[in-house]
């Protein structure tokens, strides 16, 4: 009886542990969350630290006692920093900006990837190649040539020079969107247009009432990706439309901006590294806030978009 509640209580052990398959045992599942709360925090650490030393003051900048419990919470970092930026304008014009480019981007790339996908024409692996090519080209190799042609046609120092080439899919990383929508209309089933066509719906009909409706999962995941690296991108805004159109470039000029509002010089008012830190919060803030928004929608169209069809 011994022996046999032993192996009885080994086996029951090594149950809890292992589980049935492994996969489902104590020992998997500790070593699984303690990866991710690894790198979570590897992660995170950049923002925590960020936030935190934005709401430290002067005393607790130097104080190398204070770490990541501040002896005040100074929010007079974060006035400032909303008078350097002068936030309300610059969100709404960098919103419309971004926004106009992402709409365009996620149009034209959807358009093409269609035509990648469903249309059979000369040449077509060619071109599709020489389209991943322009993803691999870094903005500085076209940069010369890219400057030349908009200074030709007027474009130069104003947002068209961005606009035009999302209108015409070469927007930012516009190839990776053609692919992702080339992707996903090969997972839609032909038998859809076809019984269309058989209706006599024209190829632009289909691809509007059929393909298009279809495409929801594949138009959020690239209006996102779209909208954020339109909002990070600062070299190649900053050189084709110039000026400080949007939050990320006038961090850039942060420190000149100060300067003007506060002249150095004035009691108090010394330009420091948490009114930097609370200056690039709120710059991130937006990114956060339309994560937070749509994480749903965006994980449950990365899912649906694995999906395969005929």
Known sequence: MKKIKKIFNRNKIKHVLLGMHFTDGLLYKFVIYLLLISFSFIYLYPLFFMVINSLKNIDDLIDPGVNWIPTTLYFDNYNRAFQVLVLPKAFFSSVWYVLKVSVLTTFTCAVVGYGFARFRFPLKKLFFILMLVTFILPPQVTMVSNILIFRKLGMMSNESSILLPAFLGQGFNAAIYILIFHQFFRTVPKVLDESAQLD???????????????????????????????????????????GTITLPLKLMAFADSYATIFPPGTPGAELNEAIKLAGNVLTILPLLVLYFIFQKWFTESIDRTGITGE
């Open 200 to 242: 006599g719906a024209s190829a632009f009909r289909v691809f509007r009432s059929i393909s298009l409706p279809l495409a929801k999962p594949a138009i959020i995941i690239v209006f996102l990706f779209s909208f954020v690296w339109t909002w990070n991108e600062t070299f190649v805004t900053g050189l084709y439309a110039g």
